[in-house]
């Protein structure tokens, strides 16, 4: 009887070896936009989970990536869904911070809990996160400044429309801005308005905003948040925008800003390396993790600067989802 049951014991043991064998051990990256309600991270999202899967056929690990965030843009649920994944005990953290200064206690506790942290797209510089992947906004606010000059001259009023003040990403990219028009003494910022993040509201300050200053000759929305609105939603700055009173310089090089850009709405783009948000991001948590690679402090995505000359070939890329290739140059 003895033996029967040590080499039942022993098949056990072995039985379990093999299945342990044949499963990939599991990894599980957390990607954390500002929001779901935002379609600019959609294309990150598609990235990101298009790394794990050529991760995954690689081996010898299976990746899995969570994509979780906030309905809206709020720093407060923000941190309430890094503590959802620290308690699922995500394999590490790759997040898009609403706040540089709400969001620093709880990746501190997530690293402070073993899980590496990078930020993407929008940094906490003073957290304990290990990496930063996005462009230089104030470069990026600097060249938005450069196109606007370049159609609308050197003089006349200019409005700025942001997102949620206070977001790094958007203060430094508007720092660029205002930096760059210092040097146009006949150019005036007369107001900065903010949407949150949202379509609407950004619709309504932007109309708000052409009633109150008729003579304004500006634009630059530091985000897309009112082009994602169906047309005729802003007649007062579209007819502006048509009849070239009104020039718009806008960040993201997105579709719906691609058409109107060729249609003459838009003078310039500014746009940000949206694959690589998920698709770099998952790659660099899985080095991390994986062999424990060290990285800077702060990786350059890049930026893409897009006109009428090369609009046609950003077309392009998205219509082949082909972000590799070079654009031609915008002027």
Sequence with gaps: MKKLLVILFIVTVFLLMATTAQTPKKLVF??????????????????????????????????????????????????????????????????????????????????????PVMTFDADSPKSKRFTYLGVNNYEGGKWAAKLLVKAMGTSGDVALLTGVPGALNLEERMRGFKDEIKKYPKIKIVTTVACYDDINRGVQVVEETMQKYPKLR??????????????????????????????????????????????????????????????????????????????????????????????DAMIRAWLLKDFKTPLPPPF
Excluded at 41 to 52: N, P, Q
Excluded at 238 to 243: D, G, R, V
Excluded at 247 to 259: I, K
Excluded at 276 to 301: C, Q
């Design 30 to 115: 957390a990607w954390i936009p500002k929001a779901l309600n935002n379609p600019v991270f959609e294309l990150g999202r598609d990235g990101a989970f298009k790394r794990a899967e050529e991760l995954s056929k690689k081996g010898p690990y299976k990746v899995e990536v969570l994509y979780v965030a906030s309905v809206a843009s709020d720093a407060t649920e923000q941190a309430r869904v890094v503590e959802d994944v620290v308690a699922r005990k995500v394999d590490g953290i790759a997040i898009s911070c609403n706040d540089p200064t709400a969001l620093i206690d709880v990746i501190n506790k997530a690293v402070e809990a073993g899980i």
């Design 218 to 311: 500006g634009w630059f929305f530091v985000g897309l948040w009112p082009l994602f609105a169906e047309r005729g939603s802003m007649p007062l700055w579209e007819k502006a925008a048509k009849a070239k009173k009104v020039f718009t310089v806008a960040f993201d090089t997105l579709p719906v800003e691609l058409q109107l850009l060729k249609e003459g709405y838009l003078c310039g783009l500014v746009g940000q390396k949206y694959w690589g948000w998920g698709y770099d991001a998952i790659d660099i948590l899985y080095r991390k993790v994986v062999n424990n690679e060290k990285f800077p402090d702060w990786i350059d995505s890049g930026m893409d600067i897009v006109t009428q000359k090369n609009v």
